[in-house]
């Protein structure tokens, strides 16, 4: 600690210039392909010049910073003087600098998912899948978001990684409990987080949209089930019921924002595999990622997890 770093990083988010004893500064959230960090751009009595620093980037923009490597609360964090730093935006980048990606091929996986859509036989859920993963427009969207912002999966990709391993998780419990309706088992499991190709954007960054953050995608989800199966002729009312539960309740509980919770076998499996490959993503990042020579850390999301 206490070096100094001079790199590219894409802004994340922006704090409004506050006063401090020694004249004015902001916060500012900054993040690469690696993760994330905060910076602390400490100004001296002229708020207008610090105003016009803060003023001259936005967020999504991408800035050069030069700064001092801190630690706060077992963190990593920058600091800038503007006597000995700066934060300047820069105009041209690789966006791929800034964005991480599934460690998994694209590719791979999209040939894996159309597998799994063409396993299907029953008819209307196979035109609704086709009516999805049949455009190549949003396959492509498909393919390239992300599952989230933070919690899990949060790369290009990520979406279509975390709905395979959904899949895979309940295709094994399906041989399990061979009453279970496979083939609504997978319709579902491919399409639960559908609506996530409409709640987040992935620029410099991976932002929330405005729709998201109105509506979530479990809601934008539901919708977009619902206007395909319109569409489909002769489409039969309970599987269609069946269909759109399975997105509603796919977060389990009211309190982890499902407006439904799951009341038949199929939407209750969806919703543990969704849950399971959440938190075990989650576990092995967070272990993966942990920069200590203790045996252990702590996370808001998971608490106390055990390293060796």
Same mark, same amino acid.
């Given at each position: 600690?206490?070096?100094?770093?001079?790199?590219?990083?894409?802004?994340?988010?922006?704090?409004?210039?506050?006063?401090?004893?020694?004249?004015?500064?902001?916060?500012?959230?900054?993040?690469?392909?690696?993760?994330?960090?905060?910076?602390?751009?400490?100004?001296?009595?002229?708020?207008?010049?610090?105003?016009?620093?803060?003023?001259?980037?936005?967020?999504?923009?991408?800035?050069?910073?030069?700064?001092?490597?801190?630690?706060?609360?077992?963190?990593?964090?920058?600091?800038?003087?503007?006597?000995?730093?700066?934060?300047?935006?820069?105009?041209?980048?690789?966006?791929?600098?800034?964005?991480?990606?599934?460690?998994?091929?694209? =590719? $791979? *996986?999209?040939? @894996?998912?159309?597998? !799994?859509?063409?396993?299907?036989?029953?008819?209307?859920?196979? #035109?609704?899948?086709?009516?999805?993963?049949?455009?190549?427009?949003?396959?492509?969207?498909?393919?390239?978001?992300?599952?989230?912002?933070?919690?899990?999966?949060?790369?290009?990709?990520?979406?279509?990684?975390?709905?395979?391993?959904?899949?895979?998780?309940?295709?094994?419990?399906?041989?399990?409990?061979?009453?279970?309706?496979?083939?609504?088992?997978?319709?579902?499991?491919?399409?639960?987080?559908?609506?996530?190709?409409?709640?987040?954007?992935?620029?410099?960054?991976?932002?929330?949209?405005?729709?998201?953050?109105?509506?979530?995608?479990?809601?934008?989800? =539901? $919708? *977009?089930?619902? @206007?395909?199966?319109? !569409?489909?002729?002769?489409?039969?009312?309970?599987?269609?019921? #069946?269909?759109?539960?399975?997105?509603?309740?796919?977060?389990?509980?009211?309190?982890?924002?499902?407006?439904?919770?799951?009341?038949?076998?199929?939407?209750?499996?969806?919703?543990?595999?969704?849950?399971?490959?959440?938190?075990?993503?989650?576990?092995?990042?967070?272990?993966?990622?942990?920069?200590?020579?203790?045996?252990?850390?702590?996370?808001?999301?998971?608490?106390?997890?055990?390293?060796?």
């Amino acid at each position: 600690m206490g070096g100094t770093a001079s790199s590219l990083f894409s802004v994340k988010y922006k704090r409004p210039v506050t006063e401090y004893k020694k004249g004015w500064r902001f916060v500012v959230g900054l993040s690469d392909k690696t993760g994330e960090i905060e910076c602390n751009f400490w100004g001296g009595a002229d708020k207008a010049a610090v105003e016009r620093v803060f003023g001259s980037f936005k967020e999504g923009d991408v800035v050069r910073v030069s700064a001092t490597v801190g630690d706060f609360d077992g963190k990593q964090k920058l600091d800038i003087d503007p006597q000995r730093g700066s934060i300047e935006r820069v105009g041209e980048f690789d966006t791929a600098d800034f964005v991480p990606i599934s460690k998994r091929e694209i =590719a $791979e *996986m999209r040939t @894996e998912l159309l597998e !799994a859509v063409r396993s299907v036989q029953n008819p209307f859920l196979r #035109k609704l899948l086709d009516s999805f993963f049949g455009d190549k427009k949003f396959l492509d969207e498909f393919c390239n978001s992300p599952g989230a912002i933070y919690y899990h999966h949060a790369w290009v990709g990520g979406l279509m990684e975390h709905s395979l391993h959904v899949y895979r998780i309940c295709m094994t419990a399906c041989d399990i409990y061979p009453s279970i309706d496979r083939e609504l088992v997978t319709t579902a499991a491919l399409l639960h987080d559908v609506g996530k190709t409409r709640e987040f954007s992935v620029t410099t960054n991976i932002r929330q949209t405005e729709e998201g953050m109105l509506c979530g995608h479990i809601t934008m989800g =539901a $919708e *977009m089930v619902s @206007e395909k199966i319109k !569409a489909i002729a002769g489409f039969p009312e309970v599987l269609k019921m #069946k269909m759109v539960h399975c997105v509603l309740s796919h977060h389990g509980q009211l309190e982890y924002g499902a407006p439904k919770e799951p009341q038949f076998p199929e939407a209750s499996l969806v919703f543990h595999a969704d849950m399971l490959d959440a938190k075990i993503d989650q576990f092995v990042k967070t272990r993966d990622d942990a920069k200590t020579e203790d045996f252990r850390i702590w996370t808001k999301s998971l608490g106390d997890i055990y390293l060796k």
